[in-house]
């Protein structure tokens, strides 16, 4: 049976996506992998040489960032993820180059094989107004010797236990040979730590034991001899992995057919977002690394990938080697239509660095927070008189959950997804934060607004948040209420209806 996903960022699952991203932050994966160094030499050509029929590149600036299994790490660092990274590098100026990099990305413990023998793999792109005119490579792909291998598993070992998923980046470069593997699915089955692969090559059955595989289109059909234009076509060649390779299951990415979860008995196809393509680099390590941390997270497979699709389709959107963030993937999930409002929709941490930018701008920061299920006008008075003491006003959203808790169980009407969705498009409204506490202490503790907003029911003793604002010099200010407007007498009225 093949279910299809016609809308993902709009779907009935836009709350276990809100929560799942959520959850992302804090979660910790171990990755494995060809840790490479990629070099840009950017310059323009203006003439073509003397010597031979090339053109000569008057080269302006260098630049350089982590490549291969290095990429899947840094989007897991711009997802708030602990990230394990067990790889090897050469005893070069390249790996000094790789290990001060690493050194900088946060919340990542390297466990690094340094290799007096090894070239640290090396691309250097030279480039051009914006065009690569050759691609330079100084790398070695031959296996690695047995005591690297023996070292970097004994790194395994040690990092596995604090790790809710484990990736093996192939890039073919001899750091994921077939002990390198046997060794991993030998110590993640037992913990129940399921093991994802971005595969390399023809032959998958080397990849036995694993629980994803994710290769794109071309590879699926290169591994498999099999043609996968359609979806029926990369479901017959995803099960064929399936069955003849010992896998668990396929994710195949299909660039604007979206993405494809395969296992024994089911298809789920996903298709891509609507979205302006500017560069497909790096976007197979970004769909790992949101797949992996999702699984960490404690995600199901559905959720995960549709994590995934989105942040392959916000990565592609981008230039160069680049990384996906929470609040990106948030805003996805909320809305795929109202473009300008979905970029307000914020996690707590994004919060709390845009206000801190704001103030040091000299903006004031205005705080209001509630439930704003069924927005009335009365809801609009408030904000209206909100944003009117500040120059930037936040709005703390209860999160589904915790409305539930405090109105009943039949409440919200409208999911946070939609809720943060209509706030957002507010003239009024800078930014959109879903808290899932009783309370909006803790986010008003984080993001240390100048002046807290509460309607006049309320009493400066009674607002939650006062003493703490007041605390660090900002004011508590009372805002007027217009009679007449209440969500639950309107739901009331509904159900007398």
């Known amino acids: 049976m093949t279910d299809t996903d016609t809308s993902p960022a709009q779907s009935a699952d836009e709350e276990d996506l809100a929560a799942s991203i959520q959850a992302l932050a ?9 840790l490479m160094l990629d070099r840009y030499v950017h310059g323009s050509v203006d003439r073509i040489s003397p010597e031979a029929p090339i053109p000569v590149l008057s080269v302006s600036s260098h630049a350089s960032a982590l490549g291969g299994a290095g990429n899947v790490v840094c989007n897991l660092a711009g997802l708030g993820v602990r990230t394990h990274f067990v790889a090897v590098r050469g005893d070069d100026a390249a790996g000094a180059e790789i290990q001060s990099q690493l050194d900088a990305v946060p919340g990542l413990t390297p466990h690094l094989y340094v290799s007096p023998d090894r070239p640290t793999t090396l691309k250097t792109r030279f480039l051009a107004a914006g065009q690569q005119l050759l691609r330079a490579d100084e790398e070695s792909v031959s296996p690695l010797p047995d005591d690297a291998t023996a070292d970097l598993l004994a790194s395994v070992k040690k990092a596995v236990s604090d790790c809710g998923a484990v990736i093996l980046s192939d890039y073919g470069k001899g750091c994921i040979s077939d002990a390198m593997i046997a060794g991993v699915v030998d110590l993640c089955g037992p913990l129940g730590v399921p093991v994802l692969v971005d595969p390399k090559g023809r032959d998958f059955s080397r990849y036995d034991g694993v629980d994803f595989v994710t290769p794109n289109r071309a590879e699926l059909a290169l591994a498999t001899g099999l043609p996968t234009a359609y979806d029926e076509q990369v479901v017959s060649a995803g099960q064929a992995i399936i069955r003849d ?13 979206g993405m494809t979860l395969i296992d024994r008995d089911s298809a789920l196809h996903v298709p891509a977002r609507a979205q302006e393509v500017y560069d497909v680099v790096g976007a197979g390590d970004t769909v790992i690394a949101i797949l ?7 995600a199901n497979r559905a959720t995960a990938v549709r994590l995934a699709n989105l942040g392959g389709g916000i990565v592609v959107s981008k230039t160069g080697t680049a990384t996906v963030h929470p609040e990106e993937l948030l805003a ?3 809305s795929a239509s109202w473009r300008e409002s979905e970029r307000k929709v914020l996690t707590p941490a994004a919060a709390e660095g845009i206000v801190k930018r704001w103030q040091q701008e000299g903006f004031s920061v205005g705080f209001t927070n509630g439930c704003f299920d069924l927005l009335h006008p009365g809801h609009i008075h408030l904000l209206r008189q909100a944003r009117a003491q500040c120059d930037r006003l936040v709005v703390g959203l209860n ?7 405090l109105k009943g169980p039949e409440r919200p009407v409208q999911n946070e997804a939609g809720r943060s969705t209509v706030l957002a498009s507010l ?10 506490e009783d309370t909006p202490l803790d986010l008003i503790r984080m993001v240390r607004p100048d002046v807290l907003v509460k309607g006049s029911d309320y009493t400066r003793d009674t607002v939650v948040g006062a003493q703490e604002v007041e605390s660090w010099g900002g004011r508590v200010h009372l805002a007027d209420l217009l009679d007449g407007h209440s969500t639950t ?4 009225k509904l159900k007398a209806s």
């Open 292 to 298: 992996a941390a999702g699984l960490a997270a404690g």
């Open 332 to 334: 996805a999930a909320h």
């Open 26 to 34: 804090g979660t910790s994966v171990l990755v494995i992998g060809d």
């Open 489 to 492: 007498r309107t739901v009331g």
């Open 245 to 257: 390779c010992g896998i668990q299951a396929v994710l195949a990415t299909r660039s604007e057919q």
């Open 399 to 405: 999160s589904d959950d915790s409305v539930s808790r």
């Open 427 to 436: 003239e009024h409204v800078d930014a959109v934060v879903v808290f899932g």
